[in-house]
Antibody
Framework: QVQLVESGGGVVQPGRSLRLSCVGS????????MHWIRQVPGKGLDWVAM????????LFADSVRGRFTISRDNSKNTQFLQMNNLTPEDTAIYYC???????????????WGQGVLVTVSS | SFALTQPPSVSVSPAQTATISCSGE??????VAWYQQKPGRSPVLVMY???KRPSGISERFSGARFGDKATLTISGTEAPDEADYYC?????????FGGGTRLTVL
């Protein structure tokens, strides 16, 4: 069965950096686009970024563009979210999600990880 | 700019039909997906391409798109259907989620 497992969350001071990882299993990782979506507890879903199957296409929400980068290592079935210059507004649960397509062709997120909490606080 | 609008809450009695709406420009021509999220859990896909159900999702769930609106309908609503529901589309290389609708089964 499809599994997505995030790691790398924690407490970090404003202005610092953090890198999240997401390992996928149970599907052909290299054939699918991957997303990061975040959610402040008690609030709605907020899309962060997406990377195409081969890493050739990378898309970001306006709120994180220029501070966050997304990458993937298909040999390790893993995607990453590098978060720089973090602010308290970045505090949220970060979910990794699999796209049913290989790029931004208008697919949907058919599987989600369990999420990892990032807290930005001094 | 593009946005998706959902009612914050919908209430329904058990065994009745619940309809959750999602409004946005030209949704009839976009691939609309719906996610169910229960407290403390990750979202689960319950509808995609407007009206297609993933395997394992009850036939009580159905979806439609027309004009600037999409709907998720749950027939014969049961207590376990109580959750937050989010619509989702792509628009110009950006992913949009609706603000979410809390479905309460009274």
């Amino acid at each position: 069965q499809v599994q997505l497992v995030e790691s790398g969350g924690g407490v970090v001071q404003p202005g610092r950096s953090l890198r999240l990882s997401c390992v996928g299993s149970g599907f052909n990782f290299k054939n699918h686009g991957m997303h990061w979506i975040r959610q402040v507890p008690g609030k709605g879903l907020d899309w962060v970024a997406m990377i195409s199957y081969d890493g050739g296409e990378k898309l970001f929400a306006d709120s994180v563009r220029g501070r966050f980068t997304i990458s993937r290592d298909n040999s390790k079935n893993t995607q990453f979210l590098q978060m720089n210059n973090l602010t308290p507004e970045d505090t949220a649960i970060y979910y990794c999600a699999k796209d049913n397509y290989y790029d931004s062709s208008g697919g949907h997120m058919d599987y989600w990880g369990q999420g990892v909490l990032v807290t930005v606080s001094s | 700019s593009f946005a998706l609008t959902q009612p914050p809450s919908v209430s329904v009695s058990p065994a009745q039909t619940a309809t959750i709406s999602c409004s946005g420009e030209n949704l009839a021509n976009k691939y609309v997906a719906w996610y169910q999220q229960k407290p403390g859990r990750s979202p689960v896909l319950v509808m995609y391409q407007g009206s297609k159900r993933p395997s394992g999702i009850s036939e009580r769930f159905s979806g439609a798109r027309f004009g600037d609106k999409a709907t998720l309908t749950i027939s014969g609503t049961e207590a376990p259907d109580e959750a937050d529901y989010y619509c989702h589309v792509w628009d110009r290389k950006i992913v949009f989620f609706g603000g979410g609708t809390r479905l309460t089964v009274l």
